[in-house]
């Protein structure tokens, strides 16, 4: 019997990881403060009692510009704290830990798509801490997956599309950073991914496959909305550099993931983030067209 334990519930993230477990008929229990995930006795005490197989470490301090500065000590401890302590109940009970970590573990210099066996170098203090938690965990239990994942947006929002949506929605000009590319990446394809790769341990990248910048996504955002016809009211999109956006912390300027070494264990073709967006589009916004 498979039961998997996801360690937050309200998560945008998790909301698809659910529905895709439903989808499969996989049963699963997700907590959010009902549980110390810094106390290994009250982890160890949940796995027990629920009989866990799989634990899926959601949990994350997520607020990017906020770590920089005020919550710097809250980043580093959900970030690098609660990973190595999962790790060690994980291990104890020789169970599966998959942990989700992050493109900002890398500083964006690379041309090329990062390797899993690129060296790390985060710029700013989300990355850093979750570059230790990552570090941590696989110390503890080298048995345990890490999963670095980019740019995510689903069902649930806000998100990335969605924000942007509702920008040309109510904006005749919306601005969207030409200095910041990544993989903009689909949480139902992740969510698929998490369950396929449940018994894999070390370090995988999984992106939606190809590169954009979020002025490129901005404008495949607006094709897609007149395509579906998704009322908006915007006329111009303007490219921006970071350092006009209003950010506190600095992203990579190209954090974009290599998936050759996931393609080769995943037994489906992973999707462009092009035909992801058009997936998101054909879900939500089907009934206008």
């Not at 506190?248 to 983030?273: D, N």
């Amino acid at each position: 019997m498979q039961r998997f334990w996801l360690t937050s519930k309200l998560g945008k993230l998790s909301f698809d990881l659910q529905c895709h477990l439903d989808s499969l008929g996989i049963d699963y229990v997700c907590t959010q403060k009902e549980i110390d995930l810094f106390s290994l006795d009250s982890v160890k005490q949940f796995i027990e009692a629920h009989q866990i197989t799989h634990i899926v470490n959601l949990a994350a301090h997520m607020k990017i510009d906020l770590a920089e500065n005020e919550q710097k000590d809250m980043a580093y401890l959900a970030n690098g704290d609660i990973p190595p302590v999962l790790a060690k109940a994980a291990r104890d009970f020789s169970i599966h830990l998959i942990h989700i970590s992050t493109d900002y573990v890398f500083d964006g210099m690379k041309e090329d798509p990062y390797k899993e066996e690129d060296v790390c170098h985060p710029i700013q203090v989300y990355g850093k801490s979750k570059r230790l938690g990552e570090q941590k965990m696989l110390e503890v239990y080298p048995s345990a997956l890490s999963l670095r994942v980019a740019s995510l947006y689903g069902a649930k929002r806000p998100n990335v599309v969605s924000t942007f949506i509702e920008k040309m929605q109510k904006q005749e000009i919306v601005h969207a950073i030409i200095d910041q590319t990544s993989s903009p990446t689909f949480n139902q394809d992740v969510a698929r991914a998490i369950y396929d790769l449940k018994d894999q341990s070390g370090i995988l990248h999984f992106v939606n496959r190809g590169s954009a910048s979020r002025f490129d996504l901005a404008n495949e955002i607006e094709k897609l909305c007149k395509e579906f016809f998704v009322p908006i009211v915007v006329k111009q999109i303007l490219p921006i550099a970071q350092t006009s956006s209003g950010f506190i912390a600095l992203r990579p300027v190209r954090s974009v993931l290599s998936t050759e070494k996931v393609e080769k264990i995943l037994k489906w073709k992973i999707p462009t983030w092009q035909e992801a967006l058009r997936t998101y589009f054909k879900a939500n916004y089907h009934d206008q067209q």
